[in-house]
């Protein structure tokens, strides 16, 4: 194990961009399939594994929602999300603020309830044993319509004391933010802050929509960003957070490279830029291996990897004391 990598361990972090449907490995995957009397078309964990190979983010789509049909019941979602939280634990996680796509589920006759329930009884379990605090943000699908985005909401409403804000993720080719403008206006009158994915595949037009239609607190990728020179200058003077996925921006060759990654340019323009994993049963690595390849990419000195550490705690949608409290950890980790 290099130096640095024992450093990244060390550091305590936030996880600010995670999709929990995006956390189940194959194991999972026929462990479930088999409590719940689904056949998978692939003969076993390995096969399935060497299936995760993807051309473009469509192309993963296709896949992601597939395997998720194997997730029937509240218990399946406590299970995928324990899962995950024990990753957490070992990444040194001790903030995660998980989105959920409810919509994958309810389509195919998955309650709400079932799916929220799954998912925050983990999270609060997760908080009791694991020490892992967390915001729940509930995701809508932009290859579905507005109208089911209003379904999905109505149906979230009881559960609206469990949810922190609300996304949008799915395919951004054809789907900009404006198609859900009046979804977000009803989201925020209820209370819910908003993030949404801009700029992985799309323009930064994607964004300035994103932020002044959607009035999006983070925005989940933002590749593109720093195409506007505008737009980075608005970035980094309202300090709006991008939340980066180094190792899913390589899997799904939106980078061809990992040198090729605009982390380090983002900070040196004065955005405020986290390190994530998406989806990271799929795309290689958990958190710590983002930071790893990243940092190893693009040189990136201690000083730098602490700031990325403390901008995903200042970007995160904790109080203030309890990000202070965190920061204060960080600094102590790090020896400062």
Known sequence: MTDLYKFIRSLPKAELHLHIEGTMEPELIFLLAERNGIELKYNSVEALRNAYHFDDLQDFLDFYYEAG???????????????????????????????????????????????????????????????????????????????????????????????????????????????????????QEMGFLTVVHAGEEGPPENIWAALDLLKASRIDHGNSALEDPDLVDVLGIYEIPLTSCPLSNLRLKVIQKMEDHPLKEMMDRGIKVTVNSDDPAYFGGYLNDNFIAVADALQLSKEEIVQLVKNSFEASFISDGEKRTFLKKVEEAAGI
């Open 69 to 187: 049909s194997v997730l029937l019941r509240e218990q399946d979602f406590y299970d995928l999300t324990w899962a995950y939280l024990l990753k957490a634990k070992e990444n040194n996680i001790v903030h995660t603020e998980v989105m959920f796509d409810p919509q994958t589920h309810t389509s195919r006759g998955v309650p709400f309830s079932a799916v929220i329930g799954g998912i925050y009884r983990a999270l609060a379990d997760g908080y009791e044993q694991l020490g892992i605090s967390f915001r729940l943000i509930l995701s809508f699908l932009r290859h579905l319509s507005e109208e089911d985005g209003f379904k999905t909401l109505a149906e979230a409403a009881p559960f609206q004391g469990w949810i922190t804000a609300v996304g949008l993720d799915s395919s951004e080719r054809n789907f900009p933010p404006d198609l859900f403008a009046n979804l977000f206006d009803k989201a």
